[in-house]
């Protein structure tokens, strides 16, 4: 493997340039918004990662942005510190248990917003700046002091918190996992890294990898990752999937029946209210941009904005459903072939266990310690629908909102940025091999396995559980059109 010149983490790479394989990047292009902000005083880039000074920092209905949402608010203890690491967590069933390799699959880090919701963002402000009549003092901030600084050519590219939530992440996996995650590893290329092709993901692994470096003061090295969206863009290349999902305007009926209904109309009608504005402005598109504009404004920047104050914790709920029914009927449970088209993902991941385990068996040193591979929520969500984790015994419709309030499948919980599965595998001796999932740094359990083995099952069980994925979810028969025809 070539080795690389060390990439200065601020030199992000843009969508067009970005090369097949990596070479230095033509920085300027891109670190021109880093800092054409900065110089503007619109701290738009630089995050305070620092303890909130107190709560009212935090949006109250911060635990509700789903996909757009922190990764502190699904481990609040990163607040304080954002490189604590609680070990004690792990219980390998005893202290022979010897760490052998980890496969991770990561979500992006923090992102600007994509150029669909930056248009939708910007009507919405027009919409209040020249019809707002309340008079409430976050409307006046809004009106006085808040400027629309979201530009279409964003384009939902990683913010300098997205690199530091790669960065921190890098260092506390390296904490949490030592042996598996070291300077020696990296040196000895036992840790290879594989991104999606998207600017935010390529940007986010050269972060991940920064993140180790300067850890280790690496500067006579440079480490590289491969580009590879037949893994972590499946569901751009599952014709089935392009063709009944996500081509299909029919596919999203349940989202588009809950976002016409009653429960969102309140919500409507409560932002125009709270705006002194006519209900006919205030669309459920509005109402998802004033969302989005409080959960972006707080995910980039760190504040609180009046944009939240348009939106009471019930509201919240609401508006957090109707994100959740997009997931699930988008990339979960909604559709067999959302999951299915994420196989191709998944013989991988078991493909790099078995041989680690495979070589460890032999006594040979386990080639790839800790496995790096940077997607998108819509890499993760079907792999985890596809392993059978979050499975609620009712899907999500557009008529059981009020009984959907303790559902499992939750991507507030589970999927911010930068969200993250590990498979950590154990030697704990005389063959016995142990498989350890981990969500976001906390240990789950695989659905069906009752935690008797204090969460970490034998992973011969975990193969049988999965045995007929194992032997089947075929990525082409999956995806090919013409062996399937599915009453929609
Ligand atoms: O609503 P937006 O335009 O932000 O949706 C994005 C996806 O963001 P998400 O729904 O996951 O919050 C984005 O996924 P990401 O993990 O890369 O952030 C996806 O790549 C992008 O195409 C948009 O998804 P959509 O399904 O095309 O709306």
Redesign the pocket.
Known sequence: MAQRPLIPVTSLVSPQTAPRTRTMPNVLLHIIPFYFATLTGIACCSVDDGPFKDKSDIPSIAKYF???GRYEEVNPYLRDDILAVNTSILKPPSAQCQQIHLTAVI??GT?Y?????VKKMKKLYNIVVHNATEDHSWLREILTEWKMWYTDDMD?RLVQKGVMDHKHLAVRLSKMFPTLISEEKLRGGFIPFIS?S?H??VNSTVSFIAGLTELWGIKDQEFDYAMNDALMRFFDQCTRFVEEV?DNPLAMTERDKFVEGPEMTRVQQKIADRLGVPYSLITSDMAEAAF?LCAYEFAIKTVNSPWCRLFDMSDALVMEYA?DL??FW??GYGYDINSKSSCILFHDVFSRLEKAVSENKSGKQVSETATIMV???????PLITLLGFFKDSEPLLSTNFAKQSQRSFR?SRT?P?VANLLLVLYDCGGGDIRLQPMLNEKPILFPGFSGQNASMELYQDVRQHYRDLLHGCDFDAECHMATHFVEL
């Open positions: 789903t996909t757009k979500r992006h992102r917003p994509t150029t669909k919701n939902g999606s998207k935010r993901c996500e989005y994100n997009k997931q988008k990339r997607g998108h929520a819509e890499t993760i969500l991507t999927l940025y």
